[in-house]
C-alpha cells in the first residue's frame, strides 16, 4: 500500500509468529452507554515461531459489541519466551462479520476465518535485550475465533 507521499507501508511475508490463546466463557456485564459490555479471560496458550517462542500467561479481553455489530476488541497479556523472559502485549482490534456467522461463532460453532474480519494492532514491551525489536514495532494480527480460542497470525508492520 502507498500512503499520499509515496512511500511504501507493508507487512512482513509469513507471520513473525502465531498466538493460540486459550479462552475462558465469556462474562456478560450488560449494555451500557458504549454497548454490551463483556470481559474473556486468557487462560495461556502458545507462541510459536521463527523470532519467538513460548507460552501465554493470563489476562483478559474486554470488548464492546457496539450498536452497530462489531465488536471491540481490547486485550492485555503477556507471554514468556521459552527462555523464560517476558513480554508484555497489547493488541486493540475489531471482529465484524454478517450476523449469521458472528451467531455462528458466538454458539461454538467452527466458521471458516474467510467469513468475517478480525483484525487486531499489538505493540509489545519488554526489558530483555535480545527481544528489544519488540519494542520498536507495530504488529497486525488476523484473527480466527475458535470455541475457547483464539488464534492470531503476527506480522510485523514494516
Not at 68 to 81: F, H, M, P, S
Not at 88 to 94: A, E, I, N, P, Y
Amino acid at each position: 500500500m502507498r500512503r499520499k507521499d509515496g512511500a511504501l507501508i507493508m507487512i512482513s511475508q509469513a507471520p513473525i509468529f502465531t498466538i493460540h490463546a486459550e479462552l475462558a466463557d465469556i462474562r456478560h456485564f450488560g449494555t451500557t452507554p458504549y454497548g454490551e459490555r463483556r470481559v474473556v479471560d486468557i487462560l495461556g496458550g502458545r507462541v510459536e515461531g521463527p523470532r519467538l517462542k513460548g507460552r501465554i500467561l493470563p489476562g483478559a479481553d474486554w470488548q464492546i459489541v457496539r450498536p452497530d455489530g462489531v465488536t471491540d476488541l481490547k486485550a492485555r497479556y503477556a507471554i514468556e519466551t521459552d527462555r523464560g523472559t517476558r513480554v508484555l502485549v497489547r493488541s486493540d482490534g475489531l471482529r465484524r462479520g454478517p450476523p449469521e456467522v458472528i451467531a455462528a461463532l458466538a454458539r461454538g460453532e467452527a466458521v471458516a476465518p474467510s467469513r468475517y474480519y478480525f483484525r487486531t494492532v499489538m505493540r509489545f514491551e519488554t526489558a530483555d535485550p535480545t527481544l528489544a525489536w519488540l519494542n520498536r514495532i507495530l504488529a497486525l494480527g488476523t484473527g480466527a475465533r475458535e470455541k475457547l480460542a483464539v488464534r492470531l497470525d503476527v506480522y510485523e508492520v514494516v
